[in-house]
């Protein structure tokens, strides 16, 4: 008799649902329910992130290529219930299927801010232990991590400093945010490196978001966003630093930890895999002078 385990089943349900997921088709909860287990599964994190990548790939492939008439009036006949005509050649016929695939998934990851949790119950780790209005803007940081960090996999992508610097061009950091990168570099320590800086847009919002690695796999991001008229509440501090005064507010969701604090003008978060500790160590020491940072832009 062969034995299952819970985590392996648990595993085949979640990564039923991958294809639905990344063509963003999946109810509230059950959107919910994948982002929990990828919080805590490695394994299904990466395949994830495989599948994405695959789904990227195919989708570049297509865009570079110019479709004849004859593909583009076959697939739309495809598209209608009509079978496809059987004298397309073999090129033609690899192009057609990529375009269905692409067609199909849509060839964007997106994640809805308001799908990645369900209502906070009692035990669910320390989101239950914020306001609701604290618990919506934890989410607007761990957003950007969860789907340009982890799952586009950008914490593999090193950036050289000249590339994060243009003033122009795709995800450049640009003469604003670029000094965010030596000053983080300073602050964290000899134990986390950072692989790259980039501004992104997630569910509609802009971000700057800075990514740093360390030792057993460690992935961190400092995450910026301008606020939407949105501010904490000061009932849901956890920690006041010293020297600055800044309020710093935390939460935990699943195995990441979220840490965050604002100016007037921007929200910030560091956002981690590390202990609930160590992230709190890493925002302390990056909350004073990013906020002082911050100030002088806005």
Known sequence: MNVIHFNEKACERIRAYFDSYLDNELLVETNHEVLRHLSVCPACTTLLEDRARLKRSVKRVVEQETAPAVLLESIQSGIRGRRFPFNLNLRQWAMAAAAIVILAAGGVISIRTGSLFAPVTAGRDSFQLLSAQAQQLMRVGLVDHIHCAILIGKWKEFLSFEHMKQESGHAALGPEFIGLVPLVSEKVGPDLHVVQGHRCVTNGREYVHIILTGGKGTIVSV????????????????????????????????????????????????????????????????????????????
Do not use: C, M, W
Request: aromatic share 10%; charged share 20%; no cysteine.
């Open 223 to 298: 995450v910026i966003t301008e606020k939407n008229g949105e501010t904490f509440s000061r009932t849901d501090i956890v920690a006041t630093l010293q020297e600055s005064g800044v309020p710093v507010y935390g939460a935990t969701e699943g195995r990441l930890e979220i840490a965050a604090f604002e100016t007037n003008r921007y929200l910030a978060y560091v956002v981690s895999n590390l202990d609930r500790q160590g992230n709190l160590k890493v925002a302390s020491s990056l909350a004073h002078p990013v906020y002082e940072y911050l100030l002088r832009l806005g």
